[in-house]
Every structure is written in C-alpha cells, then in structure tokens.
T-cell receptor
C-alpha cells in the first residue's frame, strides 16, 4: 500500500544533541513538507521541498535543517539550537502541480519528540 | 495576512444529531479550502476540498462542507453524527497565488460525540 512512513514514533533528545526524524514516501509525490504540531496551535510549516535537491524554509525553520537527496525521502534534523523542541512532528507529501496546486497533502503518523 | 480561524475549540454533539464545525478564512485571492481529521497520535486524514463550482462539497465518511464566498466561510457538516466521528478537525486554506503549495491551518476543533 502506498503511504508515508515516519520513524521513530517516539524520540527523546538530550540537551545539546541533534536528532533526525525520518520520513519516507512511496506515493511518487514530488512535494514533501514538515510540520510541527503543538496543542491548540494547529500545524506550523517548518520546511518544504518541491523537487529533489531543493527545499525552502517555512514559517518556523530556525533550529531545524532538512535534506532532499532522494524523491522518496525528506529527513528533518532538530538541532541543539531549537530550544523548545518538544512537539508532535508531521511529515506530508503531495502531487505538485505548480502554482495552481489544488492537490491535498497526505500525512504520516508523526513522531513525538520529548526532552530528557 | 492569510489566516484561518476555527472559532470553537470544542464542539459537543449527541449521536444521531447533525453536527457543524465552523471555519472562516482570510486570503488575498481565490482560495482552495480543505478539511482534515486527526485521531489521537495519528497523522491528518484528508476529508474533502473545495476548488470551484458547487458550493456544497461532499467528502469521506458522510461529511460535507459549504463554501460561502461572501462570508468567507467553509463550515464542515454531517447530518447524523456518530461516536466514531469524535476527533480533532482542521480547516486549511491554500492561496492559489502562493508558491510551494503551502497550506495554512486553523488551530483545530475537538469534536466530541456522545452516545
């Protein structure tokens, strides 16, 4: 079955440590996205990528980094510069139709990151 | 600035009664509008979208939504609620002129359906 796989489901970070969240999709989608979800705040966009080897900052990119070396994969690194990383992180993908894109995004089941 | 508002943090409905989850939006141009549902510790699932045409859009699990351009609203509705509909619902908007396909999400509405 096609879908988006996020791993791990739960992750703990120590002070000063970088951690990487995995996101893999087999939907053959060009566009991929990372969101952060905090209670009562909806979803906020961290980074997105429309094509391999290219990505753009979203609304809250500080303290995060990404790479897009393969179409299927879009890992997110939470760096030690992110002082409040405790949140639920969601990866999504979609067909990319250019500027007039009405395709929905498909989501993985998330990674819950906590501070030790 | 583009924004989406879901004015109710929580909606409580008795099983079998109709439900409405409200959403209003503000974008500079013509929007694409979406509804998603999230169950605990899961990702978001797509329910329905409005692109153009008929203002009443039908989606998954018996849900529908009504687009009202003059009121800039896109309320989610269901004629008869089920206990299994209890979840967190998100409205989202995409500005057609916005590169990157970025979605702007509301803060979510918790729907509770009691037997």
């Amino acid at each position: 079955d096609g879908g988006i796989t996020q791993s791990p489901k739960y992750l703990f970070r120590k002070e000063g440590q970088n951690v990487t969240l995995s996101c893999e999709q087999n939907l053959n989608h060009d566009a991929m996205y990372w969101y952060r979800q905090d209670p009562g705040q909806g979803l906020r966009l961290i980074y997105y990528s429309q094509i391999v080897n290219d990505f753009q900052k979203g609304d809250i990119a500080e303290g995060y980094s990404v790479s897009r070396e393969k179409k299927e994969s879009f890992p997110l690194t939470v760096t030690s510069a992110q002082k409040n990383p405790t949140a639920f992180y969601l990866c999504a993908s979609s067909i990319w139709q250019g500027h007039d894109n009405n395709q929905p995004q498909h989501f993985g089941d998330g990674t819950r990151l906590s501070i030790l | 600035a583009q924004s989406v508002a879901q004015p109710e943090d929580q909606v409580n409905v008795a099983e079998g009664n109709p439900l409405t989850v409200k959403c209003t939006y503000s974008v500079s141009g013509n929007p694409y509008l979406f509804w998603y549902v999230q169950y605990p510790n899961r990702g978001l699932q797509f329910l329905l979208k409005y692109i153009t045409g008929d203002n009443l859009v039908k989606g998954s699990y018996g849900f529908e939504a009504e687009f009202n351009k003059s009121q800039t609203s896109f309320h989610l509705k269901k004629p008869s609620a089920l206990v299994s509909d209890s979840a967190l619902y998100f409205c989202a908007v995409r500005d057609r002129d916005n590169q990157g396909g970025k979605l702007i999400f509301g803060q979510g509405t918790e729907l509770s359906v009691k037997p």
